[in-house]
C-alpha cells in the first residue's frame, strides 16, 4: 500500500536531512526543492534509500519562473524539475531545483543516477538553454542545430526571429527574417441569450 502524501514527505525529510530546501504538498502531490551544488546527491539519496526507492526518474523539464504570478515572483529564474516514480513502493514526488544564475543557467546532469534522463535533459537544454554539466551529449533535440535562442524562454517572441521555407530558384531551404508582423489576437465572444440553449 502506498504512503500517504504526509508519511511520504516525512520519509524523504529524514533521508535529505539540511539538503531540503523547501517542500510542500499540494493536490495530494510531494514537491521538494533543493539548491543546486546539491541535486545530484539529493538525487541519489532518493534512489538508493531502503525506505524511498525512487528507481525510475519518469520526466525532467527545465521552467522559466520570470513571468510567474505576473512577474512578482523574486528569485532566480530558471529550474530544473524532475518527477520521480519509486516501481517498488508505488510513490512519486517531484524534485526540483533552481539554476544560481540567469545569464547561464547551469545544473548538474543526473545521467549518472538515472541514464534515462539523457534526452530529457537535452530537451531541456534545448528549449530553454539549461546547461546540464558532465551531459556526454549535451546538444539540440528539437530545433535546428542552427536554431538562435531557447523557445521556451518566456521572453522568447511568438513568431521566433527566423523563418525558413523551400526557395524553388535555389532548390533548397533558406532562412529569412520573420515576416509576419507581430500582433496581440483577441478572441470573439458570442454573447446570446439563447445560445446553446433551448429556445
Known amino acids: 500500500m502506498p504512503l500517504t502524501p504526509e508519511a511520504l514527505l516525512a520519509r524523504v525529510e529524514d533521508a535529505l536531512g539540511d539538503k531540503l530546501v523547501a517542500s510542500k504538498i499540494a493536490i495530494g502531490e510531494v514537491t521538494v526543492e533543493v539548491r543546486p551544488e546539491d541535486w545530484v546527491e539529493a538525487a541519489t539519496l532518493l534512489r538508493d534509500e531502503p525506505g524511498l526507492r525512487f528507481d525510475l526518474m519518469m520526466d525532467l523539464c527545465g521552467m522559466d519562473y520570470s513571468a510567474y504570478k505576473d512577474g512578482e515572483r523574486e528569485g532566480p529564474r530558471f529550474a530544473v524539475v524532475a518527477h520521480l ?115
Open 85 to 199: 516514480l519509486s516501481v517498488v513502493k508505488n510513490h512519486r514526488l517531484r524534485l526540483r531545483a533552481f539554476c544560481a544564475d540567469d545569464e547561464l543557467p547551469v545544473i548538474a546532469s543526473l545521467v549518472e543516477v538515472w541514464p534515462a534522463v539523457n534526452w530529457f535533459e537535452r530537451e531541456a537544454f534545448d528549449l530553454f538553454g539549461i546547461v546540464f554539466d558532465g551531459h556526454p551529449d549535451l546538444r539540440r533535440i528539437l530545433t535546428d542545430y542552427g536554431f538562435i535562442g531557447h523557445p521556451f524562454r518566456k521572453d522568447f517572441p511568438i513568431s521566433g526571429h527566423v523563418e525558413m521555407r523551400y526557395d524553388p530558384d535555389l532548390k533548397r531551404v533558406i532562412y529569412q527574417p520573420v515576416s509576419i508582423d507581430p500582433r496581440e489576437i483577441t478572441p470573439r465572444i458570442v454573447r446570446e441569450d439563447n445560445y446553446g440553449g433551448a429556445a
